[in-house]
């Protein structure tokens, strides 16, 4: 299984802005889709955003679109989640996962990845 590491969550105010990484351990980054998760308190685990491996096409959940933008780089085996106008309703553990040539149709599920990073806090106040 390929090795993830969330960083640059932290404590900002709303209207704020964060970036987010995720690093994985493969030298065939460019073969895996990636996704961002989030799961606020006492709610479930929710799909952020996903690139593809290949054509790096992005995907957003509604609430997201506009605010939220992911990107990778392929060369330092990065993704990273620019996240504007962040509201309180975004404080959450931000998790990302990954997997192999996964189809791209069903990147919005879980049941795509087999790779999990351990999480990185994001935390909104009003």
């Known amino acids: 299984q390929v090795q993830l590491v969330e960083s640059g969550g932290g404590s900002v105010r709303a209207g704020d802005s964060l970036t987010l990484a995720c690093e994985a351990s493969t030298r065939t980054f460019d073969l895996y889709t990636v996704a961002w998760f989030r799961q606020a308190p006492e709610r479930g685990r929710e799909f952020v955003a996903a690139i593809a491996w290949g054509t790096s096409s992005t995907t957003y959940a509604d609430s997201m679109k506009g605010r939220f933008t992911i990107s990778r780089d392929n060369a330092k085996s990065t993704v990273y989640l620019q996240m504007n106008s962040l509201k309180p309703e975004d404080t959450a553990v931000y998790y990302c996962?990954?997997?192999?040539?996964?189809?791209?149709?069903?990147?919005?599920?879980?049941?795509?990845?087999?790779?999990w990073g351990q999480g990185t806090q994001v935390t909104v106040s009003s």
């Open positions: 996962a990954t997997g192999m040539m996964t189809s791209w149709p069903r990147a919005t599920s879980e049941d795509q990845y087999n790779s």
